[in-house]
């Protein structure tokens, strides 16, 4: 056990931390003097907590009345616990952190009067309970849902770590191999018998290369004499194929692989792509199931390193959450920050408070290597713990309402058809993404507190009468506003998507079926709207009156992260799923704002794919905020790229539909000639 696990095993009373000396009291009061607040943070700004108390003293005190359960939490400095009586916490400078397993994000919280429906959801996926939207029959893997926006629960990373610590084969992974990767490896997808003569190859180099070893008596292939030419070929394959060996040792370790579980050995090949993107998926990494640094560099955690790693990503986002924060160092350019002037007329950075709250935080519950983790996690019920912690003070241009709006850059932008007339796709270069920022005013400046990858509208599939077109489905650009936040939405699904949109695979008792897509309408994490969404709506006034108009267009989360990434959206600026309830929770924090409740919805869709009936249903719009008063938004025009200065109105006709309806014109046409014809004579 780590240098602080045993710490965290037992809590132990205020008068005994006060006799070890540690700064304690049940007042609240403290000698430790809070650094100003527009200070970057410092170990003086973790203020609230009282100097040593005299021993004697101490001795001569009475036993402190004992703490109502409702309202007990553990309070902890510098990995040292102590119980405390939740109402006291304010006064002593501390911050309250739900670590329950019934935590959930800010946007997603009901109250007794106004119950959010998802709120229980998210709780069961966190600790992995419940139908996940990939299969029906969920496995360990199936809830690794970190990457679309689910924390998962203490518990769960505990009960993880406890089924990962039971498995021998983690013991049998070469983590060096995996630390020492350099550069990136992409799937191509080869044939698998290539890939398979490929592997097989150079096990039979491998067996020569330990036999030349042997016979001449060395312990590198590099000593080996009079035989250049294979020591060359194992020099230029070994690393690399070594590396992806222990990589898909430790991937099959955690039984990532699909199905069964098999794969080629030594080959990247179609199975270990998928394990790959598995395992992105839990470390909440956005990527595409290549083999790069970062994959390899957490590959190469043991269970306990993924413990520790996965207890801070959770707890960043309590801390967050809790504490009203949203700066996470997105606004930085080149790693240098923007900076501000504060009251005082001295010029500050924007500071990263995601890394300080979380340092603070993880610093005081004596999280500060694995082995801390282990116990922490091991040592505590988490259907009850909630810990309180000194954090550091807020920047000073935080209010209780702050002046925030938002810009979405559109970045480079093409409105040309990106189609030849043999449907083959057009280079179209994107040199700037488009991005959301927020921003807020303080002392007539602007300062940018957080800045997230997004997308914008592009050229889309569309049905019309029954026909399938490419439309090219446009953002606003302008003034808008966010009137309306709302937690979990619900799509519906216009009359113009495509009929094959609205079904989807899902595994059931280890089998592939189709079904209806429910899981986009949502409400929920793989909702076309994602965990939450602020609506974008054009105000206008008319007859002294406020007119809100809205053209369908979201800022929302996503669960498909590569569109974020890479390609456009129907329009919409789509968020990846945790950074989109930061957003809005932040949002929320921060602006006056109603609390309105659950939207019911009434919308039912029958339809026909491929001779099989299906049937979708929403029964509620989400969970809805109405801000008071609206958060404005800017859309910028971004830079056009290509000739094509304005947006296409005009459907294009797909080749292949144009070719069916050519077809069934001209068979319809021979039959009307049939008919029209005199009848033979016998």
């Given amino acids: 056990m780590g240098r602080r696990g045993g710490n965290v095993l037992g809590v132990v009373s205020l008068a005994t931390l006060a006799v070890a000396g540690c700064p304690w009291s049940r007042d609240g009061s403290s000698d430790a003097r809070p650094a100003p607040a527009s200070e970057p943070a410092s170990d003086a700004a973790d203020a609230g907590l009282d100097g040593a108390a005299d021993a004697d003293a101490v001795d001569a005190a009475p036993e402190p009345e004992p703490i109502d359960p409702a309202h007990l939490v553990v309070a902890f400095r510098d990995g040292q616990p102590a119980e405390m009586d939740d109402r006291e916490i304010e006064a002593a400078g501390l911050t309250l952190i739900d670590l329950r397993d019934t935590w959930v994000p800010r946007v997603l919280r009901g109250t007794p009067e106004l119950p959010s429906t998802y709120e229980k959801v998210y709780v069961d996926l966190a600790n992995e309970r419940g139908e996940t939207v990939e299969d029906a029959d969920p496995s360990a893997a199936s809830y690794y849902l970190e990457v679309y926006g689910i924390s998962p629960s203490l518990s769960t990373i505990k009960n993880r770590l406890e089924r990962e610590q039971a498995r021998p084969c983690f013991r049998d992974i070469d983590y060096e191999l995996l630390r020492a990767f350099k550069g990136t490896r992409a799937y191509i997808p080869d044939p698998r018998e290539t890939l398979k003569l490929r592997a097989q190859e150079f096990h039979v180099l491998e067996r020569r290369i330990k036999r030349l070893m042997e016979e001449q008596g060395v312990e590198r292939a590099e ?172 920047p000073e241009y935080y209010a209780p309402h702050m002046d925030l709006y938002a810009v979405i850059d559109r970045g480079d932008v093409w409105y040309d058809f990106p189609y030849d007339e043999q449907g083959n796709e057009i280079t179209q270069p994107i040199g700037r993404r488009p991005t959301l920022t927020l921003f807020t005013t303080f002392r007539d400046q602007k300062i940018a507190l957080a800045r997230y990858g997004t997308t914008i509208g592009g050229w889309r599939s569309t049905v019309r009468d029954g026909v399938e077109y490419w439309a090219y489905k446009n953002s606003d650009v302008g003034n808008r506003v966010w009137r309306n936040i709302v937690g979990a939405p619900s799509w519906i699904p216009p009359d113009s998507t495509p009929v094959r949109d609205l079904v989807a695979q899902r595994r059931r008792r280890g089998k592939l079926v189709t079904e209806a897509n429910q899981p986009e309408l949502g409400p929920g994490y793989a909702s076309a ?127 292949h539909e144009a070719e069916r309806l050519r077809l069934e014109a001209e068979a319809a046409a021979q039959a009307d000639a049939g008919a029209g014809a005199a009848p033979a004579v016998p």
């Avoid at 890479?566 to 789509?574: A, F, L, V």
């Fill in 223 to 394: 000593d080996i004499t009079g035989n250049e030419t294979v020591v060359r070929q194992w020099l230029s394959q070994s690393t690399s194929r070594l590396t992806l060996r222990a990589a898909q040792d430790r991937l099959a370790c955690e039984k990532l692989f699909p199905g069964r579980g098999g794969y080629l050995r030594d080959a990247f090949d179609w199975p270990t792509h998928i394990a790959l993107l598995n395992f992105e998926r839990r470390h909440r990494f956005y990527g595409w199931g290549y083999f790069n640094e970062e994959t390899a560099h957490a590959l190469s955690w043991n269970p306990e390193e993924t413990a520790f790693h996965t207890l801070r990503r959770a707890l960043a986002e309590r801390v967050m959450d809790t504490a009203g924060i949203i700066e996470d160092g997105s606004t930085f350019r080149d790693g240098k920050a923007p900076t501000y002037r504060g009251a005082d007329g001295v010029e500050r950075p924007v500071r990263n408070l995601e890394q300080e709250f979380t340092d603070a935080a993880m610093r005081h519950l004596g999280l500060d290597e694995p082995a801390d983790a282990v116990g922490f996690l091991q040592g505590h019920d988490f259907s009850t713990l909630r810990v309180a912690v000194p954090l550091p003070e807020v």
């Fill in 529 to 655: 709207y994602g965990l939450v969404m602020g609506i974008n709506v054009q105000a206008v006034e008319r007859d002294g009156e406020t007119l809100y108009l809205d053209n369908g267009i979201r800022a929302h989360g996503s669960v498909n992260y590569q569109s974020i990434q890479k390609r456009h959206s129907h329009g919409c600026h789509r968020l990846h799923n945790h950074l989109a309830l930061r957003l809005f929770g932040y949002v929320l924090a921060h602006r006056t704002h109603k609390r309105l409740g659950q939207e019911p919805a009434t919308y039912g869709r029958v339809f026909e794919h491929e001779e099989k009936t299906y049937r979708l249903r929403v029964d509620t719009r989400g969970y809805f905020y109405e801000m008071e008063p609206a958060v404005p938004l800017t859309v910028t025009t971004g830079h056009i790229m290509g000739p094509q200065l304005t947006p296409i109105t005009e459907y294009v006709i797909k080749p």
